[in-house]
């Protein structure tokens, strides 16, 4: 079966870290790009980090570059988010998404561009 699922999320206090994981099954992770996204309440989704296929390449938005990071394992076949020096408007249900293209820049971060998404997980950042 073709799926991402993700687990890590919680509750944290500001200031806390969590990881995030990405666990793909029925293909390989390093043949597509996978980004991130959260959707907070009343927000629309938005785009916050990508890792592409192949050489690792990643994307971060302005507003978590430098306290997030995006990864990769092979042999685990799955994509991380560390999150670091969390912040209470960081607080929402992260999803992780396949992208069926190389990404080159922040402009791969529109939700039409994926094929496949998971269910979410509920990060809370307590102030």
């Known amino acids: 079966q073709v799926q991402l699922v993700e687990s890590g999320g919680g509750l944290v206090q500001t200031g806390g870290s969590l990881r995030l994981s990405c666990a793909a099954s029925?293909?390989?992770?390093?043949?597509?790009?996978i980004s991130w996204f959260r959707q907070a309440p009343g927000k629309e989704r938005e785009g916050i980090a990508c890792?592409?296929?192949?050489?690792?390449?990643?994307y971060y938005v302005d507003s978590v570059k430098g306290r997030f990071t995006i990864s990769r394992d092979n042999i685990k076949n799955t994509v991380y988010l560390e999150m670091n020096n969390l912040k209470p408007e960081d607080s929402a249900v992260y999803y992780c998404?396949?992208?069926?293209?190389?990404?080159?820049?922040?402009?791969?971060?529109?939700?039409?561009?994926?094929?496949?998404w998971g269910q979410g997980t509920q990060v809370t950042v307590s102030s």
């Open positions: 029925g293909f390989r992770v390093n043949y597509y790009g």
């Open positions: 890792i592409s296929s192949g050489d690792g390449t990643t």
């Open positions: 998404a396949r992208l069926p293209l190389y990404p080159t820049g922040l402009w791969v971060l529109r939700e039409d561009l994926y094929d496949l």
